[in-house]
């Protein structure tokens, strides 16, 4: 077996820029709602990829995993409300070597039109977004 000597790729190097979106996988806010695999949110930005670079435009690569958001709230009467819900998480990072020139500005308008995407497809009203040292909520108002 050769031994192999990797190397570092011209022009890869840069300022790390990871991002996150949370989706969840149970559509409405009742434990009623139906759960979607996992796999439907992978079709789905699969779709939002391959649209995008049949048009030419830069894509957004990265990992599902599934998980689990656990949360609580007050009620009116005084007592606690809790609740868990499964979610697909969207990670990865804007890879220097291949979307090293594009703007913040550009990358988080990619993640919130990959967040929409999912959201519509998974039924979805709130969606979690994260990019370098930022967080945002889109809300699509049907509630």
């Known amino acids: 077996m050769s031994k192999r000597v990797y190397r570092l790729v011209d022009g890869s190097r ?9 989706v969840g996988l149970r559509e409405g806010w009742e434990a009623e709602g139906r759960v979607y695999d996992l796999s439907e949110a992978v079709r789905c930005a699969h779709a939002w990829m391959r649209r995008r670079v049949e048009t030419g435009q830069p894509a957004l690569s990265g990992m599902f995993t599934r998980g689990e958001v656990t949360y609580a709230w007050p009620r009116d009467d005084g007592t606690v409300g809790s609740d868990r819900e499964p979610v697909a998480i969207f990670t990865g990072e804007a890879v220097h070597a291949y979307l090293g020139g594009l703007p913040d500005a550009q990358i988080e308008a990619m993640l919130n ?5 999912l959201g519509a497809a998974l039924g979805q009203e709130r969606l979690y977004v994260a990019f370098c040292d930022k967080t945002w909520i889109l809300d699509c108002g049907e509630g």
């Open 14 to 22: 840069g300022p790390r820029r990871d991002f996150r979106i949370t």
């Open 113 to 117: 039109e990959l967040a929409g995407a």
